[in-house]
């Protein structure tokens, strides 16, 4: 327990839309150890984006943190004041963003960018701080001379890695990368993922690696979390999870994507469609569209079931 | 001598040395200073040939040239150069009344199914819309067409998606919609262009799915674009890899995938993300990133992040040459 | 979520009015109430005018208001309740006439200009954006004179004002519109120039429009009272508000408020009831415009 980096218990964040109320997160319990590096997998609308922004108490409005606790390092998230959250953010728990064009200012070069993160947290002179700049981007595979340039000066890819150098300026305990290659293309999203792997080694923060495309998870990611309908639906680690899928929906979900390794492949798909979050399916919320599905799965929610050790499946099945 | 991928009888499309340069935009003031117009060469210069019947794929990273080629192939923009046969006849310069009449026989899905459906038209409507174009039906006989359509694409019950309109669906149902509305005039090619990438991943199997049923039901060819190699390896019957508006390989899927020959396919193949923790491959890991199409790196446009790159390479352009029965590669360290 | 064909449209207007909508909701009901109001003045003026509006002497001589004249005798001794009710009908005729007007002919236009493109295009829009840079009451007032008096020659002249309004948002919706995909995709399934505009194009243009017409009919109430304020435009005998403010104006310095105020009060009512309306109509419609 006290080994836990972050802690999250009964999460529930709800958007108060002009259409009704979208539980977007709701009730998860999510753990995690120093170092450790978990796949947070779902598809739009699972919710996943909404509790990466929630940690960092970054969720928009309309929408809010209604119930729970995020619990990192003894530290009650949920509790703290705004103050307080901003010497958070970006010290101990950064981000990393989908789309490194809009988090970059387009008006600042991009060493200053990261200067005046570097300032804004640390006691440290302008000429210290260049000098940590420097040698960041060096690490992330971006050569010095760049330093006075401007983000449009960059490609995608290396945008995403001035992205993760900002996110490593300080040293965190945590970083969120909230689909950090879901725009890149593939031999670029191998580069960013190897180097967003040979950096957490080497400073041996956690990281919850937010994305929609489970086959990034392999080699990267220590355990799956996945979600469903603003649901935690499975948690193991990710060996146990793709060799042997508990929830049918993980289970459909890798019998529905092209594996390049296979041949004659013949893929399953999944019927129905994604829930709809305002009026969610009565009882489990993936009962529509699951061929175990009985009369119990429709009528009540399944309980959070511990499978083994340390495997979590919320199922009626187990 | 043109490539030809041995099949039977004659190719249903034929691609010959076709090219598209877009000229870059320029400022008023750039316009005044100089009269060099510069081109992004989005294709260059590809030829390859699709039997009737089967699944073609393009793949290819973004700024390939694979959506542009697609768009060229529909005669939905004309080509700078080069040739386009279909079913024999050269579509290259169609127009007006010869060029509507060619879309009955050739359509195509495109990829965001929420920007491709006219908003403010009926599924019913915008579904049966080609059929009134074409004086194939209209009134009740197109409404039964519609509705059978709809049927065969799995929206059921039919007369509900009829009357709905686009924004009460999902995205899976929106590119349905699309593919009945591709597919009523009955024709004889259709385009893909990564008619799955916008779409959540739990419905992405379905439209493919769908995609290979309607094919052997309506006898039909596809030209699939897609950046997913995956994908590609799960549906094509034949693949040809782009890179910077080049074809660099081509070949029967099999063979490309067991036995890729050039570098940058090679490259791409092992940085595809496998669903599985067990796999132990070799990866190969390139530099960089792709050079701007309105540059392009002298001789092979690869050489620039090519780990076996040459002092050939660098100066000359190297040619498709067949290798193999359907194997065609462009690189100069291949024999 | 609502589909937004015209009746549809408003029906489901009508059903988000209510809890939600607070601001907006209530700036289209107050809005529709005031104009619902003038155009019943309008519509039922000869039963609900006591006096006919152009008779002298009904009264006496700038009577103030009382139980018989509730808004007093202008100093032709002219009945001015009946005169504003009557006056309702010029105002809503000639703004709706020139709203009908200005708005198919710009529309219309700008449909085709933006389509087709072109020289034609850029020499239609050079001459709209030169109309357009003209202050509107400016340009009011020189075709008011060139045209000559009579309620045809002042709707003529609103309409010219206003077409290019119209004329600018569509052409600009046309333009970004051929762009986009479903456009694209009608043109693969082989439709035609003219199908892509008025089947694909239009249909998707047309939710701006109800926002533009009411709030140039604001426009349109001001600048016609204006016209009629300079003793432009309207002859004598056809009752009218800016004319009569103009005629009360005169009083004001002998303490005599009724002749002036009265219509005064009237024209702003009637523009704050179109700029109400269109305001709250944008509102609730951009949304769903962002939105899809």
């Known amino acids: 327990m006290i080994s836990d980096l972050l802690r999250i218990e009964g999460l529930r964040v709800y958007y108060y839309t002009r259409d009704g109320v979208v539980m977007a997160v709701d009730n998860v319990d999510l753990f995690m150890k120093k170092g450790e590096t978990i796949g947070l997998v779902g598809e739009s609308g699972s919710g996943k984006s909404t509790l990466g922004r929630a940690i960092l108490r970054l969720v928009p409005p309309p929408g809010r943190i209604i119930s729970g606790k995020i619990v990192f390092d003894g530290l009650n998230l949920t509790e703290l004041s705004e103050e307080e959250m901003r010497r958070i953010r970006g010290k101990r728990i950064s981000m990393v963003f989908q789309d490194p064009m809009t988090s970059l200012d387009p008006l600042m070069k991009i060493g200053d960018h990261i200067v005046e993160t570097i300032m804004a947290h640390e006691t440290l002179t302008r000429k210290e701080a260049e000098e940590k700049a420097i040698k960041l981007l060096e690490q992330v595979g971006i050569r010095s001379e760049r330093f006075m340039d401007y983000p449009h000066q960059f490609s995608g890819g290396m945008r995403q890695r001035v992205g993760i150098a900002l996110a490593l300026a300080l040293n965190p305990d945590l970083v969120i990368a909230d689909e950090p290659t879901s725009s890149l293309d593939v031999i670029v999203q191998f580069q960013i993922l190897d180097l967003m792997k040979e950096l957490k080694n080497l400073y041996g923060m956690g990281m919850i690696l937010i994305t929609h495309d489970i086959s990034i998870i392999p080699g990267i990611a220590d355990k799956v979390a996945l979600m469903y309908a603003g649901q935690l639906v499975e948690f193991a680690d990710a060996k146990s999870f793709f060799n042997e899928p508990l929830h049918p929906y993980g289970k459909a979900l890798l019998e529905s994507i092209p594996n390049i390794q296979h041949s004659d492949q013949k893929l399953k798909y999944i019927p129905g469609n994604p829930p709809d979050l305002i009026n969610p399916p009565k009882g489990c919320r993936f009962s529509p569209r699951c061929p175990y599905a009985t009369e119990k799965c429709r009528e009540e929610e399944p309980p959070t079931i511990m499978v083994g050790h340390h495997r979590l499946v919320k199922c009626f099945q187990y | 001598m043109l490539p030809v991928l041995k099949g039977e009888g004659m190719p249903l499309l034929k691609v010959v040395d076709l090219k598209k340069y877009f000229p870059v935009q320029r400022s008023f003031l750039e316009r005044l200073l100089s009269r060099r117009i510069d081109y992004v060469k989005a294709v260059d210069g590809i030829s390859f040939e699709a039997e009737k019947g089967e699944v073609f794929s393009i793949a290819g990273e973004s700024g390939c040239g694979k959506t542009t080629t697609g768009r060229l192939i529909v005669r939905l923009i004309d080509p700078t150069g080069g040739k386009i046969f279909f079913n024999g006849i050269d579509i290259t310069s169609l127009s007006g009344e010869e060029l509507r009449k060619l879309r009955k026989r050739m359509q195509i899905i495109f990829q965001n199914p929420y920007a491709s459906l006219n908003p403010r038209m009926k599924i019913g409507e915008n579904v049966g819309h080609p059929l009134e174009i074409h004086g194939i039906a209209y009134g009740r006989e197109k409404e039964k067409l519609v509705m059978e359509m709809l049927e065969k694409v799995g929206l059921q019950p039919a007369s509900k998606f009829y009357n709905a309109y686009p924004h009460e669906l999902s995205g899976g149902q929106r590119q349905r919609v699309a593919v009945a509305r591709a597919m009523i005039l009955n024709p004889d090619f259709i385009v893909a262009d990564e008619p799955i990438s916008m779409i959540d991943v739990s419905l992405r199997a379905r439209i493919l799915e769908l995609m290979i049923q309607l094919k052997e039901e309506l006898d039909l060819t596809y030209l699939f674009i897609t950046h997913d190699l995956a994908v590609a390896k799960y549906i094509s019957d034949k693949i040809a890899i782009m890179y910077l508006g080049k074809i660099v390989e081509m070949g029967e899927k099999e063979v490309i995938f067991s036995d890729p020959k050039h570098p940058y396919t090679n490259a791409l193949l092992s940085a595809v993300p496998v669903p599985d923790p067990n796999v132990k491959r070799k990866r190969v890991m390139l530099k960089g990133e792709v050079p701007s199409p309105i540059n392009p790196p002298s001789g092979c446009r690869f050489h620039t992040r090519c780990p076996l790159a040459t002092d050939i390479c660098r100066r000359e352009e190297p040619k498709l040459v067949k290798i193999d029965d359907n194997h065609f590669v462009a690189c100069h360290t291949v024999k | ?292």
């Open chain 3, 1 to 292: 979520m609502a589909n937004l064909t015209a009746p549809k449209m408003i029906t489901s207007m009508l059903s988000k009015i209510s809890p939600r909508r607070g601001v907006e909701g209530l700036f289209i009901i107050v809005g529709l109430a005031i104009i619902l109001t003038f155009i019943f003045m309008a519509i039922f003026a000869p039963v609900l005018a006591p006096y006919d509006p152009n008779k002298t002497r009904v009264g006496g001589l700038y009577e103030s208001p009382n139980p018989k004249f509730p808004m007093g005798t202008d100093r032709l001794g002219r009945d001015i309740l009946s005169r504003i009710i009557w006056g309702s009908r010029t105002v809503l005729i000639v703004t709706f006439l020139s709203m009908a007007l200005s708005s198919a002919c710009g529309v219309t236009l700008g449909l085709i200009s933006g389509y087709v493109g072109g020289k034609f295009d850029t020499a239609l829009s050079l001459f709209m954006d030169s109309l357009y840079a003209f202050p509107g009451l400016i340009l009011a007032i020189a075709l008011a004179v060139m045209l000559g008096q009579g309620i045809m020659p002042v709707t003529v002249s609103l309409t010219v004002v206003y077409v290019p309004i119209y004329f600018r948002m569509i052409r600009s919706e046309v333009l970004s519109m051929k762009e986009s995909l479903f456009v694209e995709a009608a043109k693969a399934i082989g439709a035609k120039g003219r199908t892509l505009i008025f089947k694909y194009i239009f249909p998707n243009v047309i939710p701006s429009i109800p926002i533009v017409l009411s709030l140039n009919a604001a426009d349109a109430v001001l600048t016609l009272a204006a016209l009629s304020f300079l003793g432009l435009g309207l002859p004598a005998h056809i009752p009218d508000w800016g004319f009569d403010l103009r005629m009360g104006y005169g009083a004001l310095t002998a303490k005599i408020w009724w002749p002036g105020t009265f219509p005064g009060l009237m024209i702003v009512l009637l523009t704050l009831g179109f700029s109400l309306f269109g305001e709250g109509l944008a509102e609730i419609l951009n949304p769903k415009l962002s939105g899809g």
